[in-house]
């Protein structure tokens, strides 16, 4: 029971005047009981801090002989004189032509295997994100206007989307497609969904084209990404039809997949180009607005009218090594996580129909939690991977003591006469010695100070985040992209830097991917940011 309250919070919220009755003219209030998002990194699974561990171990073995062999040749060349060891390689050793041709063939053939088996990295050459015409420009209270006159929703709908988009952290500039507010007609139909899908995808792939000078027929992946909307033929196959692709081109689209599946299309790209050494990929990630838009009465489902808004973004991946030079990062890691045999998590975001069969998204009132959950999951396994040794060590004996003495943790004794906590409880790794920048979806002003508070970030950390959430709104699979955007339009990337982009979505799923900085990347030319980037943080505290 007191594990449950703890992740309980409490509100009251002004109700204004009574404006009859017995009580007329009395203030009335109500108090709203939410969940919060777990303190995921006190209450660690084992298991996954060992999967973590595992993939560590697995790739770094060679690294830890490698040493051990050097020392020992080292030690026993270093007994040596220099007479001595010259003696011993060409005085008292007696070659042949056959033996010389033989250990050249042998170590040539011993150097072939090794590279061809090892995998090709992945290079990101560029990417670009799409910036809406400025007529789909939506503030917050053109957007509460539009919908009243559009007469889809009663006043209580009209007040609670009001009350979400006053604490979303979203501005007054994020896009909409104006077709969901047209007044009794129905804006999920293929034609609106085909126009906004194509107006994206296009737009960011002509940029994309243009930036890395690639022709469209030069791509041998493409992986198209769209949870809501997904017409016969394909998004891709739109794309294809488009650009006039070749026709042995390896093209996927991805569907239901929700915010986290920009990620997994990146993961899925990257797979391609191993087993095919087709050597470059396009990955497209998007949502349809007008898909996700719903003009019913159920609270649950109008909370995705609040926060989704229009964006795409389209990268270009390569495994060629000749790219590196033009490259601007190399992919290192991608850690998944799917929690979808829990029901709980299955159905915190699902698409229904309500009592009167409107279609939508309903948001349960568990997803913080179960997003809270499949976080945890998530970070623990990619700690290992990614955090110094130092960090790794105090981690990882914490989590051992707590695991095996759990008594003596599990009712931590008050805090000392300084304010510290307790010497029991886990040690929080520092992320910031395993990243420079943080890219976390921009779901929702809440979830980022959430996130904010468990991982320990500084503000500034979390700046590009909630930057993107106000400028351009939840832009689903493509938010974290949008962010990696302003992190260059600010000028701040530079060699060597690692970047964390975390997604989580429908599922439910979180995903992770880690991108190491091979050059400065410099302010670009065309970029969504361009003309306000100068304007924020400032303007988002505004």
Request: proline letters at 5%.
């Amino acid at each position: 029971m007191a594990r449950e309250q703890a992740l309980l919070s409490t509100e009251i919220v002004n109700r204004g005047v009574e404006p009859s009755g017995p009580d007329a003219g009395s203030p009335t209030f109500s108090v709203r009981v939410r969940r919060r998002l777990p303190d995921f990194l006190q209450s660690v699974n084992l298991k996954y801090v060992r999967l973590g561990y595992h993939y560590l171990i697995s790739h770094g073995v060679y690294l830890a002989t490698i040493p051990v062999i050097v020392l020992v040749c080292g030690a026993e060349v270093g007994s040596l004189s220099r007479d001595e060891l010259w003696r011993k390689v060409w005085g008292e050793a007696t070659y042949d032509l056959a033996t010389v041709l033989a250990f050249l063939a042998v170590l040539a053939f011993t150097i072939s295997v090794y590279i061809m088996s090892r995998p090709r990295p992945v290079y990101l050459i560029d990417f670009a994100c799409y910036k809406p015409a400025d007529e789909l420009k939506v503030s917050k209270a053109e957007f509460i206007d539009l919908a009243r006159k559009s007469g889809k929703f009663d006043q209580d709908s009209l007040a609670f989307q009001s009350r979400l988009l006053a604490k979303s952290g979203i501005g007054d500039e994020s896009y909409m497609p104006r077709c969901v507010f047209e007044p009794g007609t129905n804006c999920a139909t293929m034609k609106e969904g085909r126009a906004e899908a194509s107006a994206a995808m296009f737009a960011a792939l002509d940029e994309l084209f243009d930036k890395c000078r690639v022709r469209p027929k030069d791509v041998g992946v493409l992986v198209v990404n769209c949870s809501l909307f997904n017409p016969t033929p394909s998004l891709s196959a739109m794309i294809v039809n488009h650009y006039k692709m070749r026709g042995n081109i390896l093209s996927y689209n991805l569907g239901g997949m929700g915010c986290s599946a920009g990620v997994i299309a990146v993961d899925l790209a990257r797979d391609m180009l191993q087993a095919s050494g087709a050597g470059l990929a396009v990955v497209v990630s998007t949502e349809a607005v007008s898909f996700t838009w719903y003009a019913g009465k159920r609270r649950s489902m109008l909370i995705p009218n609040a926060f989704f808004r229009a964006g795409c973004a389209a990268v270009l991946l390569s495994n060629r090594r000749r790219d590196f030079h033009r490259a601007k990062y190399q992919l290192e890691h991608i850690v998944r996580t799917h929690k979808g045999a829990d029901d709980r998590s299955f159905r915190s975001v699902y698409q229904e129909e309500d009592e009167q069969r409107i279609k939508g998204l309903s948001i349960s009132r568990d997803l913080v939690e179960v997003g809270g959950h499949a976080l945890k999951t998530n970070i623990t396994t990619l700690g290992p991977l990614v955090l110094p040794f130092s960090e790794q060590l105090l981690f990882f004996a914490g989590v051992l003591f707590r695991h095996l003495f759990p008594s003596k943790t599990s009712t931590p004794p008050p805090p000392s006469a300084n304010g510290d906590a307790s010497a029991a409880a886990p040690y929080i790794p520092d992320f910031k010695r395993a990243f420079e920048h943080f890219c976390m979806h921009a779901a929702s002003c809440d979830v980022l100070e959430h996130l904010q508070s468990n991982l320990g970030l500084r503000d500034g950390d979390l700046e590009a985040s909630r930057a993107a959430l106000h400028r351009f709104g939840n832009t689903s699979s493509s938010s974290i992209w949008y962010e990696l955007a302003y992190l260059e339009a600010k000028g701040r990337v530079r060699r060597g830097d690692r970047v964390w982009q975390l997604a989580f979505g429908s599922g439910f799923k979180c995903n992770s991917a880690v991108w190491r900085a091979v050059r400065r990347v410099r302010r670009p030319a065309r970029s969504p940011w361009l003309d306000c980037v100068d304007q924020y943080p400032a303007h988002m505290n505004a």
